[in-house]
């Protein structure tokens, strides 16, 4: 798929602005920097868009799958080692299926609790390249209202309307993309700053109402700046906006190993920022790039290995009698 320059700054923002709420005491009072979370959502909502296409079911989940779970329990090993945990808070880490025994069970990293939907999503997306977009959607509005209805933890998890916003960023990438557009930017911020902060409260979020409001009051200023900057993708191609670009690049390795240095290190919090920016980076370099390489060279060989059969295979037909 196409590599869109805006979208990976605005993954740097996102990033950026979850780590800056988790070191900086004024930001974390404030608690616009978990908006962060909501960006990312619709942010991964218009990349599935763009990169399900193509893919067939069993190809997209695996891709997802090794995208997300080997360096998420690179991150959560330490976690695991050296917090006191009950076995269901360990299955949820583990699996980033976070309900078990009729509750909701947060992973040892916290900040797993937004891949915990984000699979959910990719498990949407799955069944849509299986069957057909309608299955999932239907299935997904009757879980909302079972949801809204009787709010258990399993409902509110599959029906969770933080979903929306993953919609909205698949929605995003259907909507036509104009230069006049970009003031949508502007317009999502500014109706961003009008929402009450207390929205981000994480424990609340986890309920259907209280996901609902932030859905709304979060997600759709989120999709607006993620419209606004996509209508504009020319203008990011100035140099400029290179280290944005590469920050973004390594968002996923920032977003995981930041609380690392943000609760492990007793510093101030620009260096506490920096600090975490640049371990991501590098998990991102050492890492993350190693595992997706990997992950291309096993498509290669197995697009390769498919190739030679149908050739085979061809080689293999009869004639056709006159």
């Not at 959560?76 to 299926?97: E, I, K, Q």
């Not at 990438?173 to 502007?186: E, V």
């Amino acid at each position: 798929m196409q590599k869109y320059r805006s979208v990976q700054a605005l993954r740097a923002i996102a990033a950026c602005s979850v780590l800056v709420s988790h070191t900086y005491e004024p930001v974390r009072q404030a608690a616009y920097g978990a908006a962060g979370v909501d960006l990312f959502f619709v942010i991964s909502g218009f990349i599935m868009a763009n990169l399900a296409p193509g893919r067939s079911a069993g190809q997209f989940a695996l891709d997802r799958a090794w995208r997300i779970y080997p360096l998420w329990w690179m991150a959560a090993l330490p976690w695991l080692l050296f917090v006191d945990l009950g076995p269901f808070n360990t299955l949820s880490t583990l699996t980033l299926w976070p309900v078990w025994g009729g509750a909701h069970y947060l992973p040892a990293l916290r900040v797993g609790w937004t891949l915990c939907l984000e699979m959910l999503f990719y498990a949407g997306v799955t069944l849509a390249i299986a069957t057909r977009p309608s299955v999932p959607l239907v299935a997904y509005a009757i879980l909302f209202i079972g949801a809204l209805t009787l709010s258990t933890p399993l409902l509110s998890f599959l029906g969770s309307p933080m979903a929306l916003e993953f919609l909205m960023g698949v929605a995003v990438a259907r909507l036509p993309k104009r230069k006049m557009f970009g003031m949508f930017i502007l317009v999502g911020l500014t109706a961003l700053s009008f929402t009450p902060t207390v929205i981000g409260d994480l424990g609340s979020s986890l309920g259907t109402r209280w996901a609902l409001w932030r859905a709304f009051e979060w997600g759709i200023p989120a999709a607006l700046v993620v419209w606004g900057a996509v209508s504009i993708e020319p203008l990011f191609e100035h140099r400029a906006f290179g280290i944005p670009v590469k920050i973004g690049d390594a968002s996923y390795s920032i977003y995981l190993f930041h609380p690392l240095v943000s609760y492990g290190f007793d510093l101030a919090w620009p260096l506490k920022l920096a600090l975490a920016v640049g371990v991501g980076i590098a998990m991102h370099v050492l890492v993350e790039k190693r595992l997706m390489a990997s992950a291309q060279r096993w498509r290669f060989r197995r697009n390769r290995a498919r190739g030679n059969s149908a050739r085979l295979a061809g080689e293999a037909m009869p004639l056709p009698t006159p």
